[in-house]
């Protein structure tokens, strides 16, 4: 029981920092610009990677040993999650058009997946097509996703966004959901939604 207590309030804190990263992403972008956000981002990934580096080869950095002790799984790569992440913000603010929609997406994805694992891990109605996600999660994402992008996007565009995209996430892809959301998102973009 404590276990699993104790991996809801890691699981709880990691969905919290990632729903803050999208909050901070839109402040960045708001009080520093586009262009300067961008350079931002891509310098914090670019340092992500040489941390990530570090750790493989066997390196120690405090701060941040400290900090993925707290918000990150047990994977090939540390802070993978957070890499993948910021790499699907890159995508969106490159490429989506309008802003207000790449802002709208960000905060959709960081809401809806965040408040979906939340949620999700408290429940047990396993989806037919991933037992790993349930019904609870997947209604958090669009709930939750819907609230964040309507302050960006209407709130037609963004409920057919949060539905979509929390379809997307539900799914059991090989490609990590950080990018595969946001990919999906360009690629409704594409067909005009």
Not at 153 to 165: D, E, S
Not at 171 to 180: E, F, I, K, S, T
Request: proline share 3%; net charge positive.
């Amino acid at each position: 029981m404590k276990v699993e207590r104790t991996f809801k309030v890691r699981e709880d804190l990691r969905q919290l920092t990632h729903f803050g990263v999208a909050v901070a992403t839109v402040l960045v972008v708001h009080f520093v610009g586009f262009n300067s956000s961008l350079l931002l981002i891509s310098a914090l990934f670019l340092f992500g990677l040489v941390l990530a580096n570090i750790k493989i080869l066997g390196g120690k950095v405090k701060l941040v040993d400290q900090f993925l002790a707290l918000v990150d799984r047990e994977v090939l790569i540390p802070g993978q999650g957070a890499m993948f992440f910021a790499a699907g913000i890159l995508l969106l603010l490159t490429f989506q058009r309008p802003l207000e929609l790449a802002l709208g997406v960000i905060m959709l994805h960081g809401a809806g997946d965040a408040f979906a694992t939340i949620v999700g891990i408290r429940f047990n109605s396993k989806l037919p097509w991933n037992s790993k996600k349930t019904w609870q999660g997947l209604a958090a994402f669009i709930v939750f996703g819907v609230l964040a992008a309507s302050f960006f996007i209407p709130l037609t565009q963004a409920v057919t966004y949060a539905v979509i995209l929390a379809f997307v996430e539900s799914l059991a892809l090989p490609l990590d959901d950080n990018v595969a959301v946001p990919a999906s998102a360009l690629i409704l973009r594409g067909f005009g939604i």
